[in-house]
């Protein structure tokens, strides 16, 4: 595993400002830049000292580092990379930590210089808040973290990238990038859009009487839009396919209530507690972040 | 509003054990009748000291009560109008906590003696754990209760019954039962299917890369499948359109991600992210159990 020095955040968000600060937390020595490209943003960062310098010069935060992490929505992957390009020190490790794996995977491919390693990172934290006001250094413990490499990713990297995740607190799991966004619109953007749905289907006058099962089951619908859009247009078939999927088990449950059959929807429910439960007890054998 | 010296209680899961427990804090010289029909939760209630009697025989339980309030699954309570129904006390209030209440009334109309007063009553108020171990006291603060009434619905007992809730902890709203059943089709009952539908459309393995968001989703999806079968089979007709919605606002969702449609996509997660942020302050300023 390679020694890094410094390392350089693109985009100064809840996640970006997080891993800065569990940076400073977990790995003494290490040097941070943030890029951030609002005046505000950068404000707050230096105000809030969540890194060791921001940069307004998105060429000059990356220079001399070691690692580069995109943490700003996938769809501004593609220009930033072909941006940072011309500035990476020969060897530095390029990775984002955009929900969607396969697109930023092509896009660095088309644009970044064989010099430098590309491997993409998920850190699946986060919350529906955002802006630098909300970072936490501890955002990172006990998350899961995807990496997701092909054939001709770089080992030593993608082992250098594993121990920097593991120091800040997360658990790596390695796969390559169509199985994450496979698994991923199942697990993380089909109940986004679950959620909107929901909320879309309700009414403004009636939503005064929800308890906290609808507030819970909505809650990932305050997730900024704009974010969002990215990830479902950069995993539009699997979230498409999911979608299918969903409708299929509404439609099931949908026919046996209207049917009656008590034994059918008494089936259906228990599958979904039992299923559930495993995995709530898979997750605290695991002590991981629920 | 009528004085109350004794409440029955039919039914000792977590509903049913916590309202004796509110009472027992709230309303000091109210004596607490319990009943279950289950030897074993009879026993954890006496250990508990969860109701000052707890009785085996349901008509013993309901002799002399004041206020009977049923809190067994809806399905249930036919059978059980129909069993107390020569033992209640002339100038009785009957009310039950199932929610649905629709179909209740219409039980309540067939089998309980023109002497005794139903009411309908819905605390949106529990979690996802059923049984007399984890019944509190404070279940109801801050949370919201609807009595259901109609044209013919004895007046001092909606008032006494109001009276009753309130000094439980709860808002007091009244309305209709067909008007209850179609709002709770909406935001409660229909949120309850998509849970359970999100989680059989998922597979086990790929849950393993659940996050909180997932988690919080899926949370009502582990309530106890008997009592919402009950939930759903008496509020079917709401439900099923509440059903056809949902999936019409899915496929929208689904269209404008297969076609790409940036700006669609963005305002459909805005309009949910809008309405959903405005019920959040909304139940902040009402201070309400979020």
């Known amino acids: 595993m390679r020694k890094l020095r410094k390392v350089s955040v693109i985009g100064l968000g809840l996640l970006?400002?997080?891993?800065?600060?569990?940076?400073?937390?977990?790995?003494?020595?290490?040097?941070?830049?943030?890029?951030?490209?609002?005046?505000g943003t950068r404000a707050k960062a230096r105000r809030l000292n969540v890194a060791d310098e921001v940069f307004d010069d998105i060429r000059a935060a990356v220079a001399q580092a070691d690692l580069v992490i995109l943490a700003t929505p996938v769809c501004t992957f593609e220009?930033?990379?072909?941006?940072?390009?011309?500035?990476?020190?020969?060897?530095?490790?390029?990775?984002?930590?955009?929900?969607t794996k396969l697109m930023p995977l092509r896009w660095a491919e088309k644009h970044l210089p064989k010099s430098v390693y590309y491997v993409g990172s998920h850190p699946i934290a986060g919350s529906e808040q955002r802006g630098v006001e909300f970072c936490r250094d501890d955002l990172f413990d006990k998350a899961l973290?995807?990496?997701?490499?092909?054939?001709?990713?770089?080992?030593?990297?993608?082992?250098?990238?594993?121990?920097?995740?593991?120091?800040l607190g997360c658990f790596v799991k390695i796969m390559p990038p169509a199985e994450?966004?496979?698994?991923l619109a199942n697990v993380s953007h089909l109940p986004h859009i679950t959620a909107a749905a929901l909320?879309?289907?309700?009414?403004?006058?009636?939503?005064?009487?929800?308890?906290?099962?609808f507030m819970d089951?909505?809650?990932?619908?305050?997730?900024?839009?704009?974010?969002?859009?990215?990830?479902?247009?950069?995993?539009?078939?699997?979230?498409?396919?999911?979608?299918?999927?969903?409708?299929?088990?509404?439609?099931?449950?949908?026919?046996?209530?209207?049917?009656?059959?008590?034994?059918?929807?008494?089936?259906?429910l228990e599958s979904a507690r039992t299923k559930r439960s495993e995995l709530v007890n898979y997750k605290m054998k695991r002590k991981e972040l629920m």
């Open 16 to 39: 970006g400002g997080s891993i800065c600060l569990a940076i400073k937390r977990a790995l003494a020595g290490v040097t941070t830049a943030g890029f951030s490209h609002r005046a």
């Open 79 to 99: 220009g930033i990379f072909h941006e940072i390009a011309i500035a990476l020190k020969s060897g530095c490790i390029v990775t984002d930590v955009g929900s």
């Open 145 to 167: 973290c995807i990496l997701t490499t092909t054939k001709t990713t770089h080992r030593q990297s993608v082992q250098t990238l594993k121990g920097f995740w593991r120091a």
């Open 180 to 183: 994450h966004d496979h698994i």
């Open 199 to 213: 909320v879309n289907a309700s009414n403004t006058e009636e939503l005064k009487f929800a308890g906290k099962g």
């Open 217 to 268: 089951s909505s809650r990932i619908a305050s997730g900024p839009p704009n974010i969002w859009a990215d990830v479902l247009l950069t995993n539009a078939k699997n979230i498409s396919k999911g979608i299918d999927r969903l409708i299929k088990e509404l439609a099931k449950l949908k026919k046996a209530i209207r049917s009656g059959d008590r034994k059918k929807i008494e089936r259906l």
